[in-house]
């Protein structure tokens, strides 16, 4: 652990705890039982919040109201301007309670308050995104049908959607589903990671006080079983737009099956870039150091792999270890920090053992593998990792480590690098680094991901689709398409004036 940049507490003061309710129809509810369950922050092991704990009644009471709010309400049939001046003061509002948003997210997933802070940010401009898009929806028209017949094709909104978000980017990632569905004319149930309630909860206030009519958006608190069992199998749920695990969105599949309704997955993984011999590789450091280290690695989009041209393999893992020193990873609440705690013991166990195994079947780790020590602050971090000397097929070199864990392999070709690339379960994200555009291209052109990044890592915009391919999801979040994910299609054909042929004879 010796000359790593480590933030010590802040010695900031801590909040009470949050109460986290269930928003159904428009009303703040307990649990009938009134079971709760308490999260204790990863970074600081205070208690942050105390959530109501739902089961299959409350779930079915929200799926209720939603279905209630679009067959019997006026949601699913506004104008688009109106949803959008709705969804405009959303984006208001959640940039004025930006620090109060920002410091729950922190306390309750353990990333770094300056990131919270952006992330929030970023939520509001994927608001105003998506009410621009409301009031561009539109189907098309058939003129060439023949004199007597006019073609519309419609679209229009799915229905009730079950919207079931993540830890690790909570207000973030309820912000690439919501406002979308929302767009669409949608009405939805949300569920939240029961390790990380609160930030959802206080969009549930904000929708409120945007005057979103009731029921429209239900929150329904608790833990998969069996909330979010029931959010993918009742039948008056018409979607489930889910983001998580692989193993988690397989279940999620299963289970909607039943009713073949829709869904849209976006899972996990196991993110490569490829540096070619010509590429800059200052730059292609700091980018690697950034993707791998980014929300602790506790990211579906993490740079966790990274194959290097033999060549130039040796000098770019220095610079990406040298880089990895100067990250300064400790108290989440220090603007300075840039890495704060991981989510859960058990979590780090998990990153931990990713470490011990490549090393015990002869891996090298060129930086880190153990857990960090932050004076005056709790035990859930740890150290920045490289892991050199791997084969292929090791599992810290395939599976999803979900940590500030960076898998270094080589290659000669790129028809190598692409093998190596492709001869995974995953193809959410790739990169590649070379100043010769015609590689870029042609690696592009042939690597089996969701989204390529040429000459950089995980920058993003609400105008671009994201999703994945293979066991990294099914569907696309953001951009027009992910407006599209919440529409369905109607063919109308209507045939004008009585030109219609009898099919029965009258003879």
Not at 226 to 250: A, Q
Not at 298 to 306: D, V
Not at 419 to 434: E, I, K, R, T
Not at 465 to 491: A, C, M
């Amino acid at each position: 652990m010796t000359k790593m940049r480590v933030i010590p507490s802040a010695g900031i003061s801590l909040p009470e705890p949050f109460s986290a309710r269930h928003l159904i129809d428009g009303t703040w509810r307990d649990s009938a039982d009134e079971a709760v369950s308490e999260r204790h922050s990863p970074a600081h092991a205070n208690l942050v919040s105390v959530a109501a704990k739902g089961g299959t009644s409350e779930a079915q009471a929200a799926i209720a109201a939603a279905r209630n709010a679009f067959d019997a309400g006026d949601w699913a049939f506004s104008s688009g301007a109106s949803r959008a001046v709705i969804l405009l003061k959303v984006a208001d509002l959640i940039e004025h309670d930006l620090d109060r948003i920002a410091l729950l997210e922190t306390l309750e997933s353990g990333k770094p308050i300056s990131q919270a802070r952006a992330e929030i940010s970023g939520a509001a401009d994927l608001w105003r995104y998506a009410a621009s898009l409301a009031r561009m929806i539109h189907g098309d028209s058939h003129n060439s049908l023949g004199a007597d017949m006019l073609g519309v094709v419609l679209k229009e909104p799915i229905g009730v959607v079950s919207l079931i978000t993540p830890w690790n980017f909570p207000f973030l990632i309820i912000s690439q589903k919501l406002p979308f569905a929302l767009a669409a004319g949608c009405t939805a149930v949300i569920k939240p990671s029961e390790l990380t309630p609160s930030t959802t909860c206080i969009l549930g206030e904000l929708l409120t006080e945007a005057g979103l009519p009731n029921g429209v958006a239900n929150i329904v608190l608790g833990f998969g079983d069996p909330v979010g069992e029931t959010l993918s199998t009742d039948p008056r749920v018409d979607m489930v737009s889910f983001t998580g695990s692989t193993g988690v969105g397989k279940r999620i599949s299963a289970a909607a099956s039943g009713t073949l309704k829709k869904v849209s997955l976006e899972l996990g993984g196991k993110n490569p870039q490829v540096i070619f011999p010509d590429a800059d590789l200052d730059q292609a450091a700091d980018a690697i150091t950034f993707g791998v280290y980014f929300n602790a690695g506790e990211c579906c989009n993490s740079g966790s792999r990274i194959i290097v041209h033999e060549e130039v393999v040796e000098e770019l893992t220095q610079k990406v270890v040298a880089l990895s020193r100067k990250v300064p990873f400790g108290d989440p609440l220090d603007p300075s920090t840039q890495v704060g705690a991981i989510i859960s013991p058990e979590h780090m166990e998990k990153i931990d053992s990713y470490v011990q195994d490549a090393v015990a079947d002869g891996a090298t780790v060129a930086i880190g593998g153990a857990a960090l020590n932050v004076d005056g602050v709790g035990p859930q971090f740890y150290q920045p990792t490289v892991v050199t000397n791997l084969r292929p097929n090791m599992p810290i070199a395939r599976e999803e480590v979900f940590g500030p864990v960076l898998a270094v392999l080589t290659f000669k070709t790129l028809d190598e690098a692409l093998s190596l690339c492709n001869d995974a379960a995953y193809g959410l994200s790739a990169g590649v680094w070379s100043k010769d555009m015609s590689t870029c291209l042609s690696f592009a052109r042939r690597v089996q991901a969701g989204t390529v990044w040429t000459n950089t890592w995980m920058d993003g915009f609400p105008e671009m689709p994201f999703g994945g391919v293979k066991e990294s999801g099914q569907g696309r979040e953001l951009g027009r398409y992910g407006l599209d994910e919440f529409l369905e299609v109607k063919t109308l054909q209507m045939r004008i004036g009585d030109t219609r042929q009898p099919w029965v004879s009258s003879e």
